[in-house]
């Protein structure tokens, strides 16, 4: 079959209005209306043309990702796109670049910690790139003294860099703060006096994160004038005295909060793209099962298939309604910090934290399952699937490694329940543990398979195994006589408590998302079952912790898999039209085995021409090397 819709038999299988559940996917119809105009946009420019990304050698690409981000600046200047549309179209731009950092923390930094007076001055040159910024926090080596390494954007471009550094007045070390420095000359683009600054080097993958300048910096008695600390949170006089703000330190950490937010958002873009591609392959793919001369089987109904794909498709909706819960959390601490109510910003770090942890974990690992769910072509740069991994893997480290993120929930957890003694009622993610006598000793109340079907049995479960799981941590670090020995020696079991919190809240969110009014033929009843197949995926993953702590019994457990095969089942006549509710276009997906219309094996065929390997027959080489040892074998053979 050659041209047409290859899928189209697999999209009339839809039992629910798609353009409706493109709505609930984008957020609102504006959010739809926007992301659309703008991914086609992008999608209709050749200038954004980014398949031979793999090809280039490291300046080409890095000099391609500078013309892109000049040309985007430059569209975005002429169409007048509002901030909202030039970070779509960024997004849809679809390359790391140091703009990612100049927008997405250089100017929250300042928005964050800076004082009024520092954001009048600074915030106008940022958002017109009369300046361009980076976020310097990691170093080299261990403490804020050695050099800065990691930071994107500083590398090459950055003309400026908020840098996290210690603090030290009158021989007092009043540790980290951040500071506004300038790097390069605005006229010639040389380091300043004193600053020694360059890229890191090659990372993993070809093309991939090595589109974005990570850079290192060295100070050697660089001057920073004091009005470029900022401020907000503590101040210098002109004297030299350092005072405190009525505010809690932390805030200096408040970007982190910020990007964390926007990395979980961020998750289910990126597991959405892998997914799309791996379930429009496995619905093309035809492999063994053929029955009296009939067609094969479509890979996409294979049970082993449909259990690896369908709770990654699920994943991806359960991160896109907690990062959008996230998004509200973040908008509702900031409003709130600036009327000085600083009483959610734990649980706000918390979550954000956790959540990043967890999101980017199953993001990396879903990724690389989508590229084995499209067996051996899943592994060509044409599907898309290695270049997407090779950027995203380091979500798990970047704005902090996710074990050092699942320690600190841990830590806020621990905290929540000592808390709990003298009488504090714990509120908004943490509440349950209010309930933590009834949920030391509930028994779950399953006794047919679709007894897992409703929201209070599994909201209990994972409730009651989250609070066990903490409860037993806390019991077994009051052993410890010294607490910081405990945490160190239990923070195994320590991590896993926070991972089953941070389930809680994303199973917790996706219902409460399934609570709300969402219009739509069949739409709600298709999330109900991708809502039932998150939960009881992870449900079943984590057996082993629901059983050993007794919430749940091992003939719940199997009724609990018997009940995920049924919604598989379900799944499955809807998985196209699921992923094509992510309306990605051919060029944001960049995968052939992904494309629209599913006529991948002409199109893998004509890409194989297209390597430059192929431009001639015989290979640069040959005569070299090849020849002269076919010419030696020929001749001792004739021996
Ligand atoms: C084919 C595809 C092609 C293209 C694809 C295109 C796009 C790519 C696709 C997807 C990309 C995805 C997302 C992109 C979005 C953005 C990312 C872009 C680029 C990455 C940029 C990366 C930047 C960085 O990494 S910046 C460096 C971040 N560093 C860290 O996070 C370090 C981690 N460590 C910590 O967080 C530590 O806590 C600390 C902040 C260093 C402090 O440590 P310290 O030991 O001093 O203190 P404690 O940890 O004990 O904490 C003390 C106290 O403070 C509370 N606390 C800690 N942190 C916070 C906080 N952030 N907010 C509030 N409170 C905080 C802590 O709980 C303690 O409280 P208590 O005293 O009450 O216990
Ligand atoms: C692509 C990329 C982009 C980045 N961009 C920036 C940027 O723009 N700006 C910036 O400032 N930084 C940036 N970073 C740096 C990043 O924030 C750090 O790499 C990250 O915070 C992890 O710190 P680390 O590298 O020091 O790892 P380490 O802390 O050395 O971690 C090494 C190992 O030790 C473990 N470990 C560490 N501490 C503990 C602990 N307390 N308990 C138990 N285990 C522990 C970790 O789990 C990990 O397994 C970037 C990094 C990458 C990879």
Redesign the pocket.
């Known amino acids: 079959m050659e041209g047409g819709d290859h899928l189209a038999h697999e999209r009339k299988k839809a039992q629910f209005d798609v353009e409706a559940m493109k709505i609930v996917w984008a957020g609102s119809r504006h959010a739809f209306e926007v992301s659309d105009r703008i991914s086609k946009l992008v999608a209709s420019d050749p200038a954004f043309r980014?398949d031979n990304r793999p090809m280039l050698s490291r300046k080409e690409l890095f000099k391609n990702t500078l013309r892109k981000a000049a040309y985007a600046w430059k569209r975005i200047i002429e169409l007048r796109l509002s901030e909202e549309e030039a970070s779509k179209l960024r997004?849809y731009v679809?390359?790391?670049a140091f703009t990612?950092?100049h927008w997405?923390?250089f100017l929250p930094a300042i928005k964050g910690q800076g004082t009024e007076e520092q954001q009048q001055k600074w915030l106008p040159l940022a958002y017109k790139m009369q300046i361009i910024g980076c976020?310097a926090?990691?170093e080299l080596g261990h403490g804020s003294n050695s050099s800065k390494w990691?930071?994107?954007g500083l590398g090459k471009i950055s003309t400026h860099a908020v840098v996290y550094a210690r603090l030290i007045t009158d021989g007092q070390d009043h540790?980290?703060h951040g500071f506004i420095v300038q790097l390069r000359s605005l006229d010639d683009h040389s380091p300043l006096p004193g600053i020694t600054v360059g890229d890191i080097g090659m990372k993993f993958g070809n093309?991939?994160y090595n589109?974005m300048d990570n850079g290192v910096l060295r100070f050697d008695h660089v001057r920073i004038p004091r009005d470029q600390m900022l401020m907000k949170v503590s101040q210098v006089s002109r004297e030299g005295k350092y005072s405190q703000s009525n505010v809690?330190?932390?805030?200096v950490?408040?970007t982190?909060?910020f990007?964390?937010q926007?990395?979980v958002a961020?998750?289910s873009?990126?597991l959405s793209r892998a997914v799309c591609i791996a379930t429009r392959y496995s619905a093309v793919r035809r492999q063994f099962g053929s029955q009296n001369g009939g067609p094969e089987t479509q890979v996409i109904d294979y049970k082993t298939q449909q259990s690896r794909l369908f709770p990654l498709l699920a994943s991806a909706y359960a991160f896109r309604f907690v990062g959008e819960w996230l998004k509200w959390l973040y908008t509702d601490v900031t409003q709130r910090l600036q009327a000085n109510d600083f009483s959610t910003?734990?649980e706000?770090?918390?979550c954000?934290?956790g959540l990043k942890s967890l999101t980017t974990a199953a993001t990396a690992d879903g990724i690389e399952e989508c590229r084995k769910l499209c067996g051996g072509h899943g592994y060509l740069c044409s599907s898309?699937l290695p270049?997407?991994f090779?950027?995203?893997v380091?979500?798990c480290?970047?704005?902090?490694?996710n074990t050092?993120?699942l320690l600190?929930v841990a830590?806020?957890l621990v905290?929540t329940l000592s808390q709990l003694g003298s009488g504090k009622q714990p509120v908004g993610t943490t509440a349950y543990m209010g309930q933590v006598e009834h949920l030391m000793q509930c028994h779950c109340n399953v006794q047919k398979a679709e007894d897992w079907l409703k929201p209070a049995v599994i909201l209990e479960a994972f409730e009651a195994r989250s609070a066990r799981m903490s409860v037993a941590c806390a019991k077994n670090l009051s052993k410890f006589t010294n607490p910081e020995e405990g945490f160190a020696e239990l923070s195994g079991d320590l991590v896993e408590a926070a991972i089953a919190h941070c389930q809680l809240i994303i199973v917790s969110k996706f219902i409460e998302k399934l609570q709300q009014d969402i219009p739509g033929k069949g739409v709600k009843q298709q999330l109900g079952v991708l809502c039932n197949i998150y939960a009881l995926f992870l449900l079943h993953k984590h057996q082993g912790d629901f059983l050993s702590t007794g919430c749940i019994t091992p003939k719940q457990a199997y009724l609990a898999n018997e009940q995920l095969r049924a919604l598989y089942s379900q799944a499955r006549p809807n998985a196209i039209a699921l992923v094509d509710a992510f309306n990605y276009t051919d060029h944001y997906l960049?995968s052939i085995l992904g494309c629209y219309d599913g006529n991948v094996y002409p199109k893998l065929y004509e890409a194989a021409w297209k390597d430059p390997l192929n431009d001639s027959v015989v290979p640069d080489g040959y005569r070299e090397y090849i020849w002269p040892m076919l010419k030696q074998q020929l001749r001792t053979a004739r021996l």
């Open positions: 980014k997004f679809d390359e790391p990612d950092l997405g923390m976020y926090q990691t990691w930071p994107g540790g980290v093309g991939a589109t809690p330190r932390q805030l950490y408040g982190m909060v990007v964390r926007t990395i961020d998750a873009c990126a910003l734990p706000a770090h918390a954000t934290a898309g270049e997407l090779a950027v995203y380091p979500a480290t970047y704005e902090g490694d050092v993120l600190q830590r806020f905290k960049g």
